[in-house]
C-alpha cells in the first residue's frame, strides 16, 4: 500500500468512526495539538477576495474541547440532543498532497452531511474539507481540520456538527 493510500485509508476510517459514534475512538486519531476550525463563509462582490474569512471562525475545537463535548452527550445534561439526530459523512474526491513538513500531508476532500433529526426534518451540508495529517508516529494522526462550508448563512445543527 503506497503512503497516499495510507492516509486516504486513514480519512475514511476516522470519518467511519465519527458516522458510528465512536467518539473516544476517534479522539485516540488526534495529536494533542489537534485543531478543528470553520472560517466564516463571507459574501462579497468582488469573486477575487477570499470566500472564507481568516479572523473570524464559525467554530474551534481543541482536543480537550471535543473531549468535554463527547463526555456532555454521554450525560443526563445534554436534553437538546435528546433524541438524537441521525448523521452520516459521506466524503469524494479525497486528494493527498505534500507539505513542507515531510512528516505531515495536507489531505482535501468533499463531503456531504445528511442529518434527520424528529421533529425537524433531514437536511444536507456540503463542506471541503481540509486536513493535516501526521505521519511522524507508528500510524497516521490527524493534526488539523479546517471545514469550508458551501453555505453563506450556515444554521446552528450545521455549526455543531463535527465534520
Same mark, same amino acid.
Given at each position: &500500500?503506497?503512503?497516499?493510500?495510507?492516509?486516504?485509508?486513514f480519512?475514511?476510517?476516522?470519518?467511519?468512526?465519527?458516522? *458510528?459514534?465512536?467518539?473516544?475512538?476517534?479522539?485516540?486519531?488526534?495529536?494533542d495539538?489537534?485543531?478543528?476550525?470553520? %472560517? &466564516? @463563509?463571507?459574501?462579497?462582490?468582488?469573486?477575487?477576495? %477570499?470566500?472564507?474569512?481568516?479572523?473570524?471562525?464559525?467554530?474551534?475545537?481543541?482536543?480537550?474541547?471535543?473531549?468535554?463535548?463527547?463526555?456532555?452527550?454521554?450525560?443526563?445534561?445534554?436534553? +437538546?440532543d435528546? %433524541? @438524537? =439526530?441521525?448523521?452520516?459523512?459521506?466524503l469524494?474526491?479525497?486528494?493527498v498532497?505534500p507539505?513542507?513538513? @515531510?512528516?505531515?500531508? =495536507?489531505? *482535501?476532500?468533499?463531503?456531504?452531511?445528511?442529518?434527520?433529526?424528529?421533529p425537524?426534518?433531514?437536511? &444536507?451540508?456540503?463542506?471541503?474539507?481540509?486536513?493535516?495529517?501526521?505521519?511522524?508516529?507508528? +500510524? %497516521?494522526?490527524?493534526?488539523?481540520?479546517?471545514?469550508?462550508?458551501?453555505?453563506?448563512?450556515?444554521?446552528?445543527?450545521?455549526? =455543531?456538527?463535527?465534520?
Amino acid at each position: &500500500m503506497s503512503n497516499d493510500d495510507a492516509v486516504v485509508a486513514f480519512i475514511r476510517h476516522e470519518t467511519h468512526l465519527l458516522n *458510528s459514534e465512536r467518539y473516544d475512538e476517534w479522539l485516540g486519531l488526534l495529536t494533542d495539538d489537534f485543531e478543528y476550525r470553520m %472560517p &466564516m @463563509p463571507v459574501l462579497r462582490d468582488d469573486p477575487t477576495q %477570499p470566500r472564507y474569512s481568516d479572523v473570524s471562525l464559525l467554530a474551534w475545537e481543541s482536543v480537550r474541547s471535543l473531549t468535554l463535548r463527547f463526555e456532555r452527550i454521554l450525560t443526563d445534561f445534554a436534553w +437538546a440532543d435528546r %433524541p @438524537p =439526530a441521525f448523521h452520516r459523512r459521506h466524503l469524494t474526491a479525497v486528494r493527498v498532497a505534500p507539505t513542507e513538513d @515531510p512528516q505531515r500531508v =495536507a489531505v *482535501s476532500s468533499d463531503e456531504i452531511v445528511f442529518r434527520s433529526r424528529v421533529p425537524e426534518g433531514s437536511t &444536507m451540508t456540503s463542506a471541503l474539507r481540509e486536513d493535516v495529517v501526521d505521519l511522524s508516529g507508528s +500510524a %497516521p494522526r490527524l493534526a488539523r481540520r479546517t471545514v469550508l462550508l458551501d453555505q453563506d448563512r450556515p444554521d446552528l445543527a450545521q455549526i =455543531a456538527l463535527l465534520y
